[in-house]
């Protein structure tokens, strides 16, 4: 199977029906609270998808040890989302994929994203804003996860730029551009995907 690099980021809740029409396999949501949730991510997991949830942005949640593992049993979630360290240790704990969020607004900012993927060491991580091909590069060779780039990419060139600049996902909230992108280099796959599912604790 084709390798998609495109991560649906689900913002608003009727966006829901399309990303379960739609090619990708991954979903980032981004909406939603703690008394709908369920009801969301059921019918994209029964459509394919694998989910994770932004535990700061899904209301009702909470951020501590018991909000994590009430998501990994009640929701069987694929992962999370968090710019928080600590919620990256108790997402480990209960078995769930962890996305560390950093943004790039300045050189300090990068220097201490860098600190924190190394010290919570995440199993991914998405760098935003995901316009800045020269500070992919350098993340990318600074990391050892897999990269995700998101924020403010509107156009299908910016997705091939951020791909070809070393990011392994692009995360977008235009439900337009959830299909395979066109690249100039040849699109990961086949051992590539099999190696990126394994490292994020997703079975192959």
Known sequence: MEHNPIIA???????????ISCTVKRVNLMTGNINNLGQLVRPLQEAGKQVFVHVEMVGGIGRDAAAIQYLAEAFKVDGIITTKSNAISTARQHGLASIQRVFAIDSAAIETALRMIKSSNPDEVELMPGLMPRIIREMKQRIKQPLIVGGLIRHEEEISSALESGADYVSIGDASLWKQPKLHTAPRGGDDEKTQRSEIGVPI
């Not at 980021?9 to 990303?19: D, G, L, P």
Request: hydrophobic fraction near 25%; glycine fraction near 0%.
């Open 9 to 19: 980021s689900i913002t608003e809740e009727s966006q829901i029906r399309q990303a």
